[in-house]
């Protein structure tokens, strides 16, 4: 990558990061602060408040990133930040429950990922877009990792509605990095691999393996979701750990979980192992929640079944958009995300509402049941879905003068050894490949 593409992908990693950091950050904290000092505070209303902006963000960020084709990437992504940023403002000032779910609602409306996306694309060139795009990838997990640890402690330092201001003033510190950092491009222009395009909602939505996959984030975020709505309580009330130190168990529980999913990436990546590692990894969230459900509740019992959660769920929420990228039909990956990202913000919706009005009914321990159900339901669908081939996304630049010229250039690198499928987009100027990396001639391509 040039200096250009890697600041373009670091600044716009950093925006996207920054976000959900202030997205995540009051997950494992507000259920500990709504009862006490929110007017009107439900557990359905408290889980509420922490899904409220998937729902926006679910809705509004595929047509915000087809506006960004229209107006410019920069304005849509500025105007999301504002959206977030006024979100949390409304969030950290609300004495009510109704007014931070609002507020969080509000926070979701400011749906950038897609423009994010899109620049992305236009500011690199498609040998490095998929680096590019591994950088955002890993820029949210990071960003959650820390959000479960910070979290916690600016809660004792400056309150609920502290992180709310804090997240409003990242928020505004993004738009002065969208502002004078991201590059602005030459050219913008739609790429299917990076944006959702309507006419392709049909063939993503009839694919049976996708859906299974759409199913799966929405059932993995609603999981967690649901989850963090009664994981604080239980580790004050019935464990008896102090708020403050809640800390204490998400930083040794994340930073060993993410060292324990590693071999089973390589594993599943080397040794073509995806479909059982990822089925063993569904029924290792289903085994955490029971064990949540069933077990004496002590601190140990805590910290090793959250271990085996966030292992399970950050070993998942790596390997599905990877899913997503071999089992989308080439010229329509872009979609095939949008799709498969507003699955997972829906998720977050339906965990935190979901969640709040079982604990309401039948207390904290109900939710680890609707858990398990979930990820029990998910593991007999994902069950049925066809192993996906061992094969990589190649982008490739072409120049093409018609159709003709398309389909003759299209059977001549379908013919290079190691490439299984090739389509070319003549507009955009580029041939999206899959490749056994194993044979694959890349000196060979016309």
């Not at 738009?175 to 950092?181: D, L, S, W």
């Not at 998910?378 to 069950?383: G, P, S």
Request: hydrophobic share 55%; glycine share 10%; with cysteine.
């Amino acid at each position: 990558m040039s200096r250009f593409e890697l600041r373009a992908a670091l600044s716009l990693s950093s925006i996207y990061a920054l976000r959900m950091l202030g997205m995540f950050m009051i997950l494992p904290v507000f259920a500990l602060y709504a009862a006490g000092h929110l007017q009107g505070a439900t557990p359905a209303l408290t889980g509420l408040a922490i899904g409220a902006y998937g729902i926006t963000q679910a809705v509004l960020q595929i047509p915000a990133g087809l506006l960004s084709d229209r107006i410019g990437r920069k304005p849509v992504m500025i105007g999301g930040l504002l959206l977030f940023a006024l979100g949390s403002v409304v969030a950290a000032e609300g004495h009510t429950i109704y007014i931070v779910i609002l507020g969080r609602a509000l926070q979701g409306s400011g749906a950038i990922a897609a423009a994010i996306m899109a620049l992305t694309a236009d500011l690199t060139r498609e040998e490095h877009r998929i680096k590019a795009m591994a950088f955002i990838g890993m820029s949210i997990g990071l960003s959650f990792a820390i959000a479960m640890i910070v979290g916690p402690i600016l809660n004792k330092w400056v309150g609920v509605p502290g992180i709310f201001w804090i997240t409003a003033v990242l928020a505004l510190g993004g738009i002065g990095v969208v502002r004078f950092v991201v590059p602005t491009p030459a050219v913008t222009r739609m790429h299917h691999e990076a944006e959702a395009v309507p006419s392709e909602f049909g063939r993503v939505l009839r694919s049976g393996d996708l859906l299974r996959l759409d199913f799966g984030i929405l059932v993995l975020h609603m999981i967690l979701t649901a989850t963090f709505v009664v994981v604080p309580l239980v580790l004050r009330d019935e464990v008896n750990f102090e708020a403050a130190r809640h800390w204490e168990v998400y930083l040794p529980v994340m930073v060993c979980s993410v060292l324990a999913m590693i071999p089973f990436i390589i594993q599943a990546e080397r040794k073509g192992q995806v479909k059982p590692i990822m089925l063993g990894a569904i029924a290792l969230l289903c085994l955490a929640e029971l064990g949540l459900f069933l077990l004496p509740v002590t601190l140990a019992d805590i910290v090793m079944l959250l271990f085996l959660f966030f292992t399970a769920f950050n070993l998942l929420e790596a390997m599905l958009p990877s899913l997503i990228s071999r089992v989308a039909p080439l010229d329509c990956r872009g979609t095939a995300m949008g799709i498969y990202s507003s699955s997972q913000f829906l998720g977050a919706f339906l965990g935190g509402s979901l969640g709040g009005l079982v604990q309401g009914r039948y207390g904290v321990h109900g939710v680890f049941v609707l858990t398990a159900l979930g990820a029990l339901l998910w593991l007999l669908v994902a069950a049925a879905m066809n192993p996906p081939r061992q094969l990589a996304s190649y982008i490739h630049k072409v120049v093409v003068k018609d159709q003709a010229d398309a389909e003759r250039l299209q059977r001549e690198l379908t013919a290079v050894a190691g490439v299984a499928e090739a389509v070319i987009i003549p507009d955009e100027g580029v041939a999206y490949l899959r490749v056994d990396r194993r044979v694959f001639d890349e000196a060979a391509l016309p």
